[in-house]
């Protein structure tokens, strides 16, 4: 600011033939106590000052630290050693068996099973059901096969850090770094009932409800209940529509569907709200067989005829046994913790180490 008015006396000296000491009120003394610098210097003053007396009360002492922390997150760094044992996975890619450390594994399944946007309660229970998954499924295995699992929808959907960083671009740290904390926080941890690792099955969206497991499936399991899961309902998978030629489901049912408009339909029902049985052109279906013959969301469907096609309306998408991947996010939201979450979806269960549940697959 000095140097400019300095300029400025200079050029006033050049237009004027004389000295800046010989205009009037120009010398350094008077130009100092002239109004306009003090009412400028004041100003400066309050400027340079009033922003720290403003602020300062109110910064609390470790305010800074935490909008460092908020800046540069750092992902959890799960070493090799934090893993009790590897997961041997057949990569689909590559055609080759990786030996991937437990909780690497975990990781690469939670990133590619939910997505990282769900609250952080959503992604440990994510983590739960996958390492117990695993852990069940290697125990069922005889030691002596190649592959542990694949890395498809086979089992469960794994991805390394070089799919994920293609897939997910400039989003890939913080995904990560959120994803690795959930891993982190239940490092070890597994779903058991009467000491056993459980069949952790989990899936999308539930239509309100969850599925009994013999109603899906075979058997009758203790911790796969049907339970209200009404957060399912915010899940944009929740409704679905597939308008389908009549002819493409008699080839695809094997039946031969009446012309006119009456379809005489008769449906049962089971306690999570599916299609048990489905009678149709005098052929009797399980909800599961038509779900699966037709490319259906959810078994939990209705069909409308409309000239020549069948409307099927299905709420929910997924198999509808186990944990809803939606509704687990939703419970998150309203509070629930990722133990909230197992124990509502899983009935009777208890969390569990590896180590102490496992002992065999740790001494391999």
Known sequence: ???????????????????????????????????????????????????SLIVAPYIHPNDQETITDNFEQKAPKLNVGDSPFSVAVMRASSDEVENIPLEKYVSGVVASEMPAKFELEALKAQALAARTYIVNHM???????????????????????????????????????????????????ILTYKDKPIDASFFSTGNGYTENSEDYWENKIPYLRSVPSPWDKNSPKFLDQETIPVKEVEEKLAIDIPD????????????????????????????RDVREELGLRSSDFTIEKKNDHLIFTTKGYGHGVGMSQYGANGMAKEGKSYKDILTHYYQGVEISKVTETAPTLVSR
């Open 260 to 287: 006119n408009k009456s379809l005489n339909l008769k449906i049962s029902r089971t306690d999570g709200k599916r299609v048990d049985q489905l009678k149709i052109a005098g052929k009797t279906f399980s909800g």
């Open 139 to 189: 125990l069922l295995k005889p030691e002596k096969v190649d592959s542990a699992v694949t890395d498809t929808v086979q089992d469960q959907v794994y991805k390394d850090e070089q799919e994920l960083r293609r897939i997910w671009g400039a989003d890939y740290d913080w995904k990560m770094n959120k994803i690795m904390k959930a891993v982190e926080a239940t490092q070890g941890e």
């Open 1 to 51: 600011m000095y140097a400019y008015i300095e300029r400025k006396r200079a050029l006033k000296y050049k237009q004027n033939g004389k000295h800046p000491q010989q205009i009037k009120g120009s010398g350094s003394l008077s130009f100092l106590k002239s109004p306009s610098f003090l009412i400028m210097g004041s100003l400066i003053m309050i400027i340079l000052i009033m922003p």
